[in-house]
């Protein structure tokens, strides 16, 4: 061990330095402390560059904070302005002028055709149906023959009537020659009684024989009466074996065959025959509302609309009224009478009438989007003096697409085409007047 430290000594002596005594440190060796020295001076240079890098951020974002608010900043202050441009200055409205109304209006009632003449013809004496001569849709002409029945029951009462009168006859002429008789033996007891020849008894006795004879006479007299009268009556029977048109007019039923039988009377649950329609003057029944009921007069002339051409107009005219009020339906019926020569409408057809009434009082028309209507009652916005005026109206009737007002306005006002529901009473407004909206 010695050696090793005389070895260390002469080397540290031969390269001319001394070996280091006691509290001395060898080449190369650090000092106490001298570590954590050299750590703290190499942490605080990282630290500066951290902050630095911070603060640069910091200013980044400031920056383009700045870029991005500031236009935001400035749109909002123009919209500001705007409001504030837009809450002092007058809104503009759009208005429009109250229209006339017609001086009439046009009612489309509803109506039914019937024709001017209608008869179900039942057969008027018993018997079967010979032939008929016509079926529906003929047209026939009056006294024209429809159909032939087949009588023999009463065809052979007729001829038991004919000889009941002649044998009535007979009696007349037997009893006239008893009362001629009687009346000379009475006149010859007369004189037999004046000169005392025969009793009081015998000359009564011949007087009430006279006056029996007078009343026989009578009697076969009036037996041939109504002997004559049965043989009319079973004539005129007879003639009803053929059934004729009362009228002119068209065939619209038939409800028998050849060889039926037929009854004579129209007994409840009997079916008629034949029924025949006079169509070439149809009758049309409307019921008009009570409003418009006076407006409607005798003698006017009302257009027909049928459905299934609308485009054809026909001229009908008003013949009479019913002169009350259906207390049902408060309604007035009127007739109309309508000529019908081509057969362009048919008995029994729906069809709309056309009827023109006068207005007395015309009412101003305004577009349906001016009315307001609420709890505070119908109402238009007026711009009077630039500033908004809510009128209460009077409206009399809906018109379409527009509205008539009988009392509240005149047609100078101008009223606001479109009220919207910001706008309040005395608001400045800026009126623009439109054209009117057609009706």
Not at 152 to 157: K, N, Q, R, W, Y
Not at 270 to 282: E, G, Q
Not at 295 to 315: A, C, F, S
Request: aromatic share 4%.
């Amino acid at each position: 061990m010695d050696a090793e430290n005389d070895t260390t000594g002469s080397d540290a002596a031969a390269h001319g330095s001394t070996p280091p005594g006691p509290g001395s440190r060898a080449p190369g060796a650090e000092a106490p402390g001298a570590g954590l020295l050299s750590l703290h001076h190499s942490q605080r240079p990282r630290t500066g560059t951290v902050m630095l890098v911070l603060v640069l951020g910091m200013l980044g974002l400031g920056m383009l904070f700045a870029i991005g608010f500031r236009p935001h900043f400035l749109r909002e202050q123009a919209l500001a302005g705007e409001a504030d441009h837009i809450r002092t200055a007058p809104q503009q409205v759009a208005v429009v002028h109250a229209q006339p109304g017609a001086a009439k209006k046009e009612l489309l009632l509803p109506g039914d055709c019937v024709a001017d003449q209608a008869s179900d013809l039942f057969a008027r004496t018993n018997g079967y149906l010979k032939s008929w001569k016509v079926d529906i849709g003929d047209v026939v002409h009056a006294g024209a023959t429809i159909c032939t029945i087949e009588t023999p029951e009463v065809d052979e009462e007729l001829h038991q009537a004919e000889a009941t009168l002649v044998q009535s006859k007979a009696r007349v002429l037997t009893a006239k020659a008893n009362n001629a008789l009687t009346a000379i033996t009475l006149k010859r007891y007369s004189e037999l009684r004046d000169q005392k020849v025969i009793s009081e008894q015998e000359y009564s006795e011949r007087l009430a024989a006279d006056e029996v004879s007078r009343a026989e006479l009578e009697a076969a007299q009036a037996d041939v009466l109504v002997s004559e009268a049965n043989q009319r009556r079973l004539a005129e029977l007879r003639t009803f074996e053929t059934m004729v048109a009362p009228f002119d007019g068209v065939i619209s039923a038939r409800n028998t065959e050849v060889g039926s039988l037929v009854t004579s009377g129209s007994a409840p649950g009997a079916k008629p025959l034949f029924r025949i329609n006079r169509i070439d003057l149809l009758r049309i029944y409307v019921d008009v509302p009570q409003t418009n009921a006076f407006e409607v007069k005798v003698g006017q002339t009302v257009h027909i609309i049928v459905r299934e051409h609308p485009d054809q107009l026909i001229e009908g005219l008003v013949t009479r009224t019913a002169g009350v009020i259906d207390s049902t339906t408060r309604t007035l019926r009127i007739e109309v009478q309508v000529k019908n020569p081509t057969g362009q409408l048919f008995a029994g057809m729906y069809v709309q009438v056309q009827v023109s009434v006068p207005i007395a009082s015309p009412p101003l028309l305004v577009p349906g989007s001016t009315l307001i209507f609420n709890s505070e009652g119908n109402r238009l916005a007026l711009v009077r003096d630039s500033h908004v005026h809510f009128q209460p109206v009077l409206v009399a009737g809906d018109y379409g697409r527009q509205i008539g007002i009988s009392g509240g306005i005149s047609q100078s006002d101008l009223i606001i085409a479109n009220p919207s529901a910001q706008l309040v009473e005395g608001a400045a407004v800026e009126p623009m007047e439109i054209a009117p909206a057609g009706r």
